[in-house]
């Protein structure tokens, strides 16, 4: 019900504060409500500073640099990405901040999608549980967290037009799933909806999205905030459940000249203005800018935590020994390539943040090991010079070990454009073929947003390091990973094709005439490759460690009607302490795949030391075996026997058991149009379907229709065999129907089944 003094406000008033009043700040009214500062994220403050231009890009106020998602997604960690977003909230309070742009929670659809390094993972289980950490942090400092972008916002290309065509199967198992977790569980204030439409519709004006799905399925009771510049319609967009236009349009008056033509509902903008003061109540009142002193004591922690976290995102690839290094060895070390002396440590566009501090991993080695020696060995341009190869080859030739610092340049990938390759720039890779030929022993450390290919040159390393883009702690933590002060801990949050041909989206990425097909379905990431058995360059879930771990002792126990607890031992059998994700996949038990092999349902990071066992439990649930029900529009859970496997990578499989469901004894209505085989399947059904056999000319003949006729029937609605001089009619038809939901009816009653 809205609120009275809501609709005492004057119309044009209330009109006003569904949109902005400039860039980053809404509208507020005094005695109704306040004004909100809004700020860019994810993995920074972009706090625009005074005096600045309008986006304030590159010149915002100087914030910590986390990791960005495409690397906190490699942590596994939901604990640890919990503080990160504690330190974000602690940062963005002290800056005056109410509302935090993060996190960003697309599902990686393609390893060229421009935006990758804002999106944690190409898994919706794993990016729901990070985001809802990520939200749970920022927001117990006050603080409100915007989940985004709503939805299938999965590529750069013409994003602000494109139609995502997506079947639903594909739309609720996948790109909607994470959303939902996080605002069932960890109640964001703020969701912002995407530029693109979703099989037509524009995200921002999208009333199925919106209202439906959002605040009538899931519960959402917050502020739903368009993205920059998205709203084409802003009556359309309130009348969907689009509460905020940022920036503003100066369309106001539209807006009121809606609601005095009677197109839109004068209590549309009663409940935006309720949702508005909610958000007053739950970020608390406008806030003091915090001291120097106190700013300077927050920045000094998050620092700390800066480092920590990108320390604990690299995945460690390959590696046959050659790391740890051992800083007291008398081997030499060679620092090759100019990403060692000039790092990347985040991706371009909105995101940016200006770094309070930032630590090469040249100065930070250099300050380990003494004297190195550096060749940069290409330009950060990616244009070749053979000089600069020649003396990276000197510097290789004469050093024990040759540490290859290769990556994307700036310019490589950003928000607004995709990618259209994965490889390495050339120069690169012809690099380090001219040092691999000259040094014993090659480490290759990675600097990259999105995946890049592998395949092509990882034989001429003896150890790689995935590090991704690591904020501004990425130089530290690099070498203390390098020098074993921390063992690496990353895990793939995506999967590294051998080529990107064989990516499941290659065909359709990024669409073409304003529609992009999403003809993978469900299929995404891991989940084409290992149900079809398709080799992979390293796959999802995969990274090493400094030491060894072993599993055991799994045991699946029902503890309800389908569910389960999923326990196993994890052992550290290695000589280092380190840290394990292990990870529980499930999926159905079927002669030919009609839903992915196995989806990840569970994970654990548990931290052993060298000897030391756990014992982890995991839960199984009904909510993990389930899938869309199109026809229905519900999800469902078909009876059948389950595989549930424990392993260390979606393809690294430790421990497999079998679990039976009985499923959800759902009883769908049966009606005329249902097929046969419908009929058959429905207990109800079944004694009706049979006395008909024995009644019509259907009885006589069954038994010498040949097999393939009998297929043929059962895909047949009922009301169809009219057609065909069976002596079927309406009637008849009518009078199944009616027998078979009375037959539904008792077997309902009796408790043996559930309604839909």
């Known amino acids: 019900m809205a609120d009275h003094e809501a609709e005492r406000a004057p119309l044009a008033l209330k009109a006003s504060l569904t949109s902005g009043s400039d860039t980053w700040h809404s509208t507020g009214a005094p005695g109704l409500v306040r004004s909100f500062l809004l700020a860019d994220g994810p993995h920074g403050v972009r706090r625009q500073g005074e005096g600045g231009d309008a986006l304030g890009i590159g010149t915002s106020v100087p914030a910590t640099c986390f990791p960005p998602a495409v690397a906190l997604g490699s942590t596994w960690d939901p604990e640890l990405v919990r503080r990160v977003g504690e330190a974000l909230g602690r940062e963005a309070a002290a800056l005056e901040v109410d509302v935090l742009l993060g996190p960003g929670m697309n599902i990686k659809r393609s390893p060229l999608g421009g935006r990758n390094f804002e999106y944690l993972s190409e898994d919706p289980h794993l990016t729901g549980r990070l985001a809802a950490a990520y939200v749970e942090g920022v927001q117990s400092s006050g603080v409100g967290a915007c989940v985004k972008h709503f939805a299938v916002n999965n590529q750069e290309t013409d994003r602000m037009r494109v139609s995502a065509e997506v079947d639903q199967r594909a739309l609720r198992e996948v790109y909607l799933r994470p959303f939902e977790h996080v605002v069932r569980i960890a109640r964001p204030a703020v969701v912002m909806s995407a530029y693109n439409s979703i099989n037509g519709v524009p995200a921002s004006e999208n009333p199925w999205l919106l209202t439906r799905v959002l605040r009538e399925e899931w519960g959402f009771d917050g502020v739903v905030v368009s993205d920059w510049g998205a709203v084409n319609d802003r009556v359309a967009a309130l009348r969907a459940g689009l509460d905020l236009e940022m920036p503003p349009t100066g369309t106001d008056a539209e807006v009121v000249a809606a609601v005095e033509r009677g197109e839109l509902d004068e209590s549309v903008l009663d409940a935006v203005v309720d949702r508005l003061r909610r958000l007053e109540e739950r970020v608390g009142a406008a806030r003091a800018r915090a001291t120097e002193e106190e700013l300077a ?49 985040q991706g371009g566009g909105s995101s940016r943040i200006v770094p309070t501090e930032l630590s090469s991993a040249l100065d930070a080695l250099t300050r380990r090991l003494g004297a190195v020696r550096f060749a940069p060995g290409y330009t950060a341009d990616g244009v070749a010079d053979e000089a600069l190869v020649l003396a990276a080859v000197e510097a290789a030739r004469d050093a024990q070990v040759a540490v290859v610092f290769l990556g994307l340049p700036e310019h490589a990938e950003s928000e607004g454009f995709d990618r259209t390759t994965i490889d390495l720039p050339a120069d690169q890779v012809g690099l380090l073929e001219r040092v691999a030929a000259v040094a014993p022993r090659v480490v290759v450390v990675l600097s990259n947003g999105g995946v890049v290919s592998v395949a092509q040159w990882q034989h001429h390393a003896n150890a790689v390091l995935e590090g991704w883009l690591l904020g501004q702690g990425a130089g530290a933590a690099t070498a203390d990973l390098l020098l074993g002060d921390r063992s690496p801990s990353g895990r793939l949050a995506e999967t590294i094709p051998l080529r990107l041909s064989d990516h499941p989206s290659y065909l359709t990425f990024p669409g073409a005439d304003g529609i992009s097909v999403y003809g993978e379905s469900a299929f995404v990431g891991y989940r084409h490759f290992d149900t079809l058995g398709r080799p992979v360059a390293f796959p999802f879930g995969h990274g090493l460690t400094y030491t060894r771990f072993e599993y055991s002792d799994l045991q699946v126990t029902e503890v309800a009607e389908n569910a389960w607890e999923v326990t196993f031992s994890v052992a550290n059998t290695g000589q280092r302490a380190g840290q394990e994700v292990a990870q529980l996949y499930a999926g159905v038990v079927e002669p030919h795949p009609t839903r992915p092999r196995s989806e990840l349902r569970g994970f654990a990071k548990v931290d052993l030391r060298p000897g030391e066992t756990t014992t982890v439990t995991l839960p199984l649930t009904a909510a993990d075996l389930r899938t869309w029900d199109v026809r229905g529009q519900r999800w469902a859970l078909a009876a059948g026997e389950y595989a549930v496997r424990v392993g260390a990578s979606s393809q690294d499989v430790r421990l497999e058991a079998t679990v039976h469901s009985d499923g959800d004894r759902v009883l769908v209505p049966l009606t ?31 038994s010498s229709v040949a097999p393939e006729l009998v297929r043929m029937f059962l895909s047949i609605p009922l009301d169809k065999l009219r057609s065909f001089g069976l002596g079927v009619t309406a009637e008849t038809v009518a009078k199944l129907v009616a027998e078979a939901r009375a037959g539904q009816e008792q077997l309902l009653a009796a408790g043996a089944y559930r309604r839909p």
């Not at 790391?323 to 390539?337: H, M, Q, W, Y």
């Not at 097929?675 to 019509?696: F, H």
């Open 672 to 702: 005329a149009q249902s097929t046969i085989a419908e009929w058959r399947a429905d207990p109800a059904g079944r004694e009706v379907l049979a006395a008909l056999l024995g009644q019509t000319a259907l009885g006589a003949t069954r």
């Open 297 to 345: 004591a927050i920045r000094r922690d998050n620092a700390e935590l800066a480092r920590e976290a990108a320390a604990r995102a690299a995945v460690l690839l390959t590696n046959d020994g050659v790391l740890p290094l051992d800083p007291s060895s008398p081997d030499t070390v060679a620092v090759i390539g100019e990403l060692a002396r000039t790092p990347r440590f």
